[in-house]
């Protein structure tokens, strides 16, 4: 059963308070949303941006982080609490009717790392080897984020030089015309947009985003963590209390 996510509004609100307020800075200073819209400022700065960042990285790392991106905008919608509460409630079938009866449970269990870790109890594994499965599968995640997240650190990096180089070619084309006073001012103005494009892109976009998947992989973990401690102590068949006071150290921020 595949965990299912919602769209998390402080990321959108986010955003749309960071970038309204340089619309709305803009046209208090007295100027309009056409000035700071170029097409050509656009194409240098994200254009270059991108192929930066295609050169910089594999394939498999761009296309990772592309398939990443949804968790900087959706959250899991379920909580830590109903994942132990699971997990307690299979240590009591567990406790009372034996291990092999998870078997049954194994097709409605909520998440895919406890279906897997249950599986392996009942086909008879022992217990280091499954917590090593369980942790290869938390490491190769963590690895994962990691590199999407530097993926979009290092475009973040990208987008100011590149939008410096958009603001120098805007003012060679200024020089060319500088002959006529009238066309000075505003392409000057224009060239500049660049640099708007490249810093706000940078410090409203890309580094955040980076920094907002790094975040959501903490949670992710956690709660892999959780489901490997939730696994120990199944098949230990250990107190159902102690497992819970175990399992919701992690839900506070503890760690083994």
């Known amino acids: 059963m595949i965990m299912k996510r919602i769209l998390d509004p402080f990321v959108i609100f986010g955003l749309i308070v960071g970038i309204s307020s ?52 959706f959250k899991s919608v379920k909580s830590d609490r109903l994942l132990i509460e699971e997990i307690i409630s299979l240590l009591v079938i567990a406790r009372k009717r034996g291990i092999m009866a998870l078997e049954n449970e194994i097709p409605s269990i909520s998440d895919p790392l406890l279906a897997k870790g249950i599986q392996l109890i009942v086909d008879g594994y022992e217990i280091n080897v499954i ?80 920094k907002r998947i790094l975040q959501r992989a903490k949670d992710e973990i956690k709660r892999k963590l959780i489901i490997m401690e939730g696994i120990t102590g199944i098949e230990k068949g250990i107190n159902p209390h102690y497992l819970r006071v175990i399992l919701e150290s992690f839900k506070d921020g503890g760690k083994i």
Request: glycine share 12%; aromatic share 10%; proline share 3%.
């Open 22 to 73: 340089i619309i709305v800075g803009n046209i208090v200073e007295g100027g309009t949303t056409a000035h700071i819209l170029q097409l050509a400022a656009a194409l240098i700065v994200f254009g270059g941006t991108f192929g930066a960042t295609v050169v910089s990285f594999p394939m498999k790392d761009l296309v990772n982080a592309f398939k990443v991106l949804k968790i900087a905008f």
């Open 131 to 210: 917590k090593e499965a369980i942790y290869r599968e938390i490491k190769n995640y963590e690895d994962s984020i990691k590199n999407a997240a530097k993926v979009f650190d290092a475009a973040g990096g990208f987008a100011p030089t590149i939008g410096i180089i958009g603001a120098v070619l805007g003012l060679i084309h200024v020089l060319q015309n500088v002959t006529d006073p009238s066309k000075v001012g505003q392409g000057i103005a224009v060239a500049f947009v660049a640099t708007i494009y490249g810093v706000g892109s940078a410090n409203l976009v890309f580094i955040p985003i980076g």
